[in-house]
C-alpha cells in the first residue's frame, strides 16, 4: 500500500501562476510582495503576506536555463550574420558578446524567480511543510 505523506492531503497550488508571479518578481504565493531583497538575492519572507521564502533552493538550475536561452539566441542570431554576411568578423565577435551579456543580465532575475515560484507550487524543499 502507498504511504500517504503530508502534501498528499493539502490542496494543490497554481503551478503557471506561480511560475509567472515568481518570473515577474513577486511572491508565488500572494503576488503582491517581492520575491528578491537585492538583484537576484531571494528575500527570507514575502514583505506582504509573510510567506517563508528562504526554503528555496534555485542553486544552478536558474543559470543553466539562462545558458541554453540565450546560447540559442546568440546562434540563431549568429547564423543569421553569418549566412547573409551582413557584418565582418571582428563586428560579430563583438555584437555577439554584448548580446550575451545583455541578455543574460536581463533573464537572470526572472528565470530564478520562475524556479523559486514552481518550487513553492511543487511544494519543494520545504514548501510544504516538511523538510527534505
Given at each position: ?71 540559442h539566441v546568440v546562434v540563431g542570431f549568429m547564423l543569421v550574420v553569418m549566412t547573409y554576411k ?47
Open positions: 500500500m502507498p504511504v500517504e505523506t503530508i502534501t498528499d492531503t493539502l490542496p494543490p497550488r497554481p503551478v503557471l501562476q506561480s511560475a509567472l508571479r515568481g518570473a515577474a518578481g513577486k511572491c508565488p504565493a500572494c503576488g503582491e510582495g517581492h520575491v528578491f531583497s537585492k538583484f537576484i538575492t531571494v528575500a527570507d519572507a514575502c514583505d506582504h503576506c509573510g510567506e517563508d521564502l528562504s526554503h528555496h533552493r534555485a542553486d544552478d538550475l536558474p543559470a543553466y536555463l539562462n545558458i541554453f536561452v540565450v546560447g551582413l557584418m565582418d568578423m571582428w563586428t560579430t565577435t563583438f555584437v555577439t558578446m554584448a548580446v550575451c551579456v545583455i541578455s543574460a543580465l536581463f533573464l537572470m532575475r526572472p528565470l530564478k524567480g520562475m524556479v523559486v515560484g514552481l518550487q513553492w507550487a511543487l511544494r519543494m524543499h520545504g514548501f510544504g511543510g516538511h523538510e527534505d
